[in-house]
Antibody, heavy 121, light 107 residues
Framework: EVQLLESGGGLVQPGGSLRLSCAAS????????MGWVRQAPGKGLEWVSGISGGGTNTDDADSVKGRFTISRDNSKNTLYLQMNSLRAEDTAVYYC??????????????WGQGALVTVSS | DIQMTQSPSSLSASVGDRITITCRASQTISKYLNWYQQKPGKAPKLLIYAASTLESGVPSRFSGSGSGAEFTLTISSLQPEDFATYYC?????????FGQGTKLEIK
């Protein structure tokens, strides 16, 4: 059974940093691209970042480019999102999601339960 | 970036009804279109990928069609558990983008 378990969410001040982790199990982690999708309170879904199975290729939404960094440790079956220079508009539930292929130009076939990040003073 | 527009934004229907949600892309995306269902407080769930392929375990009352820039999600006979918000997503080019969502409510 595929499981994705996010951790690391919480309350942070504007300008601060936070790192989300996503522990994966139930599939061969290194075979699949992974991504982060967020959802601001009462809003729709927004793709944030994607990373290839090997971790060599990444892409980010313009809204987070230069501030967020996606990475993965295939030896630990874990996905990360390092978030720096956080803004109020980054407040959202962040979902870790597995792509259905090695490319991030694919559907998300499994999602974690989400981690709430609140940016506020 | 490719913009995805869903219609309607909200829909009221009854158990047993047949409903259709439309998703339009701002440019052609071939068949790189996916549909998700999200219930309050829960993560999205993949229903259909590549415009018309039903994800494993999804009931056959869900179906998808379309190609190019216009797509539809149809639920043939609504069940109580189908009342949720539905999102389309294009996976043709990066950044992947989602529609704004369609909230399906009980009439």
């Amino acid at each position: 059974e595929v499981q994705l378990l996010e951790s690391g969410g919480g309350l942070v001040q504007p300008g601060g940093s936070l790192r989300l982790s996503c522990a994966a199990s139930g599939f061969t982690f290194s075979f699949y691209a992974m991504g982060w999708v967020r959802q601001a309170p009462g809003k729709g879904l927004e793709w944030v970042s994607g990373i290839s199975g090997g971790g060599t290729n990444t892409d980010d939404a313009d809204s987070v480019k230069g501030r967020f960094t996606i990475s993965r440790d295939n030896s630990k079956n874990t996905l990360y999102l390092q978030m720096n220079s956080l803004r109020a508009e980054d407040t959202a539930v962040y979902y870790c999601a597995k792509y259905g292929s090695s490319s991030w130009l694919a559907s998300f076939d499994y999602w974690g339960q989400g981690a709430l990040v609140t940016v506020s003073s | 970036d490719i913009q995805m527009t869903q219609s309607p934004s909200s829909l009221s229907a009854s158990v047993g009804d047949r409903i259709t949600i439309t998703c339009r892309a701002s440019q052609t995306i071939s068949k790189y279109l996916n549909w998700y269902q999200q219930k309050p407080g829960k993560a999205p769930k993949l229903l259909i990928y590549a415009a018309s392929t039903l994800e494993s375990g999804v009931p056959s009352r869900f179906s998808g069609s379309g190609s190019g820039a216009e797509f539809t999600l149809t639920i043939s006979s609504l069940q109580p558990e189908d009342f949720a918000t539905y999102y389309c997503q294009q996976s043709y080019s990066s950044p992947s983008t989602f529609g704004q969502g369609t909230k399906l409510e009980i009439k």
